[in-house]
């Protein structure tokens, strides 16, 4: 009976420690904004203020050279956190994904059955979001590794369909705001492009375009329904990406959201979008179909295997036989 209750005591111990590290994970930001607070995180440690914004539509940028993600919704940033990406021979792949499917307890299949707690899948092929050991540096085998907290805490917030944008820069994601009306396509690109609504009727909105390789994706819920021909005016380097916030009477709020050096968190001159050329019917498609929520990331890396740049993975929306 002494030993049972001695064993009792000592997981009560354990257990207590355990929530007792989990809890110090958390950072307090103070003053500043969570951008701002990102760079200074220690591995394994996050910030959490979903107050700041408590409705709206969500993206995760996550980078994959400073080992940090940053969490939006409805435009503004509510979470930051480290992370553990790929190693060397494994690394994550960078592009465009939408959470496919979450499991709160889960094993690999692939990897002497790893636990993978709070699992939210990028791909088929055993790419995910899920908790785990934060050494400091890229350690998965291209998973994307979180503190277990934030990992929990962000599986409660997240739903199917959310946008995950995976990039390679140097500099923390920042944040600028959009002027009202958004984005307005130019005509002149060649081709008229395919569109296919039908193949996923409603989700979440994003649109990927590719300067590499002179073209946009469309994607709902993670299923492309759309494709075109679009010119970009001038050099594009690195990736960021705009977010519809809302629309009202005034038009559309977009934000900006960057990855790359160079963002000063300014207002964006509205003739920003002049540089994007699109054909016609591509441009009254899309705006058909745009929404708060709404994402279009620009990447200067090219969307296609064997094409200028380095390839993008965007989506694979059909289960294939081997997961983890």
Known sequence: M???????????????????????????????????????????????????????????????????????????PIGATTV????AGHETPTGVFTVLQKQIEHYSSKYDNAPMPYMQRLTWGGVALHAGSLPGRPASHGCIRL?????????????????????????????????????????????EGDWH?????????????????RRAVVLRNGVEIGSAPVSVDGPVT???????????SAGQHWL?????????????????????RAPESFKRSVAGIVSPGTTIVVTSDSLQMGSTGTPVTVIEDAPQKKSR
């Open 2 to 76: 002494g030993r049972a209750m001695n064993r009792h005591a000592l997981l009560v111990g354990v257990l207590t420690a355990l929530c007792s590290v989990a809890a110090a994970q958390q950072v307090n930001i103070g003053e500043g904004s969570v951008v701002e607070a990102v760079t200074k995180l220690r591995p394994g440690e996050f910030v959490w203020t979903p107050e700041i914004a408590p409705a709206g539509p969500m993206l995760l940028l996550v980078n994959v050279r400073t080992q940090r993600a940053v969490l939006y919704r409805n435009g503004v």
């Open 147 to 191: 503190p277990r907290q934030f990992a929990q805490l962000l599986y409660k917030v997240t739903t199917l369909g959310m946008t995950v944008v995976i990039a390679d820069q140097p500099a923390a994601p920042r944040i600028g705001l959009m002027p009202l009306g958004g984005p307005t396509l130019q005509a002149g690109a060649a081709g």
């Open 238 to 248: 690195g990736t960021w990406a705009y977010a519809l916030r809302a629309v009202d």
């Open 84 to 87: 553990s990406t790929g190693k």
């Open 197 to 213: 609504p039908e193949k996923s009727p409603q989700g979440p909105v994003s649109i990927i375009v590719s300067a590499a390789d």
């Open 256 to 276: 900006r959201l960057q990855l790359s050096v160079g963002s000063t968190g300014q207002p964006v001159a509205k003739e920003e979008w002049q540089k994007f």
